[in-house]
């Protein structure tokens, strides 16, 4: 039953500012690793941003110095801050996690995908 949900996104101005929240829900034992992937039409999909559980993080090289990721770990919710938006921004935005879970005395861990969220930046 473990879902990724995620919220914030919407329409904006060049030069506005967005945040999206991912919340997870489930029997989650930990999160080893979460974030953002997002894809414009016609492109690939590609990685935004992710923080492992100890708070490093890798950013793409195009979001440096305007996005910023943190987690909230009692809440299961990662975030992403985007400021300074520009037009090739605009794509939806997928939060990803590693996800573990414990059945009894068994471990599982597995990658999730949320539904996204579209985030327009108009030009």
């Known amino acids: 039953q473990v879902q990724l949900v995620e919220s914030g996104g919407g329409l904006v101005q060049p030069g506005g500012s967005l945040r999206l929240s991912c919340a997870v829900s489930g029997n989650i034992s930990s999160i080893p690793v979460m974030g953002w992937h997002r894809q414009a039409p016609g492109k690939q999909r590609e990685l935004v941003a992710v923080?492992?559980?100890?708070?490093?993080?890798n950013d793409a090289d195009s979001v440096k110095g305007r996005f910023t990721i943190s987690r909230d770990n009692a809440k299961n919710t990662v975030y992403l801050q985007m400021n300074s938006l520009k037009p090739e921004d605009t794509a939806v935005y997928y939060c990803?996690?590693?996800?573990?879970?414990?059945?009894?005395?068994?471990?599982?861990?597995?990658?999730?995908w949320g539904r996204g969220t579209q985030v327009t930046v108009s030009s």
């Open positions: 990803n996690a590693d996800i573990t879970t414990l059945q009894g005395v068994d471990v599982s861990r597995k990658n999730y």
């Open positions: 923080m492992d559980s100890g708070g490093g993080t």
